[in-house]
């Protein structure tokens, strides 16, 4: 089986799973909420109801007071590909879990979903984020395997992040990252 196949394999069992759960995980009242959320996001006022907020320990004794509500609405725009998101709720979604995933010692399997989109949409615009995000920990680059890069421009990418002055090694790892999707 091709690694294409399997991704797609998995994108689509994953996406099913979460559909199949999505009527007992969301509960009536909070649909309307969610996606009043995600079409009016405005970074001043709502930020802080999907940033990273430490509450513990790390690993089982974490806790983060925001990670049900970001959750859902990670989950929601997961779901719902025809719900237009602002990108920068999803570079703030992509910040804050990978964020999270360092501390919690683990990454929502979403987050491959979401990192594909904020991709596909923008382009180069947050890739410093998703890179943030992408290196952070083995379990945010292991989250992303499951990325399609079909849609997504990786050559606008790379002359974007070739372009820049200064090549810290955030940009040099991702140069070899989107190199190695060609």
Same mark, same amino acid.
Do not use: H
């Given at each position: ?109 979403? +987050?491959?979903? &979401?990192? %594909?989109?904020?991709? !596909? #949409?923008?382009?180069? /615009?947050? @890739?410093?984020?998703?890179? *943030? ?21 990786? +050559?606008?990418? &790379?002359? %974007?992040?070739?372009? !820049? #002055?200064?090549?810290? /090694?955030? @940009?040099?790892?991702?140069? *070899? ?6």
């Amino acid at each position: 089986m091709s690694q294409k196949s399997t991704k797609n394999n998995y994108k689509e069992n994953f996406l099913n799973i979460l559909a199949e759960v999505e009527d007992t995980y969301y509960k009536s009242q909070e649909i309307s909420t969610i996606r009043r959320f995600i079409e009016e996001y405005n970074p001043t006022n709502d930020f802080l109801k999907i940033c990273f907020s430490r509450s513990g320990g790390n690993g089982i004794e974490f806790k983060d007071r925001n990670q049900d509500f970001r959750d859902k609405i990670a989950i929601y725009i997961c779901l719902n590909t025809d719900v237009t998101v602002s990108p920068l709720l999803l570079s703030d979604l992509i910040q804050e879990t990978g964020k999270a995933s360092r501390d919690s010692w683990g990454a929502p399997e979403y +987050l491959f979903l &979401l990192s %594909e989109r904020l991709l !596909k #949409e923008t382009g180069g /615009k947050y @890739i410093e984020t998703f890179g *943030e995000m992408l290196f952070s920990n083995m379990d945010t680059y292991g989250a992303c395997i499951g990325i399609d890069f079909k849609n997504i421009d990786i +050559l606008g990418i &790379l002359d %974007e992040l070739k372009r !820049k #002055e200064q090549k810290d /090694k955030l @940009i040099l790892d991702l140069i *070899e990252y989107f190199e190695a999707q060609l």
